[in-house]
């Protein structure tokens, strides 16, 4: 098994930049691809970004794309996210994943452990 756990969420300005973690425990957090995904009120789950295990391939959604970045640090089994340039619009619960697969997926299907998730909300 595989536990999750976001932190670093919170309330932020339009603009403003925040950071999320999310720290893995049980199998080896190298074995696995990571993504991040959101929730808004009233929508589906989407897509945010995606690293492999290695943390050489990356991929990210088209809304996010030059002002967030993902990366890990293998040897603390944590995931991160870089959010700068705040906008309202990526309000909402980041949920990371874990993906047995190994790959940059966008499709929730493909992961097997999720967090529990953490609260962003972004101010005007």
């Known amino acids: 098994q595989v536990q999750l756990v976001e932190s670093g969420g919170g309330l932020v300005q339009t603009g403003g930049s925040l950071r999320l973690s999310c720290l893995s425990s049980?199998?080896?957090?190298?074995?696995?691809?990571m993504g991040w995904f959101r929730q808004a009120p009233g929508k589906e789950r989407e897509f945010v970004a995606a690293?492999?295990?290695?943390?050489?391939?990356?991929n990210y959604a088209d809304s996010v794309q030059g002002r967030f970045t993902i990366f890990r640090d293998n040897t603390k089994s944590t995931l991160y996210l870089q959010m700068n340039s705040l906008k309202p619009e990526d309000t909402g619960v980041y949920f990371c994943?874990?993906?047995?697969?190994?790959?940059?997926?966008?499709?929730?299907?493909?992961?097997?452990?999720w967090g529990q998730g953490t609260q962003v909300t972004v101010s005007s």
């Open positions: 690293i492999d295990r290695g943390g050489t391939r990356l």
């Open positions: 994943a874990a993906d047995s697969w190994k790959g940059v997926s966008s499709w929730d299907g493909q992961y097997d452990y």
């Open positions: 049980g199998r080896t957090f190298a074995d696995y691809g």
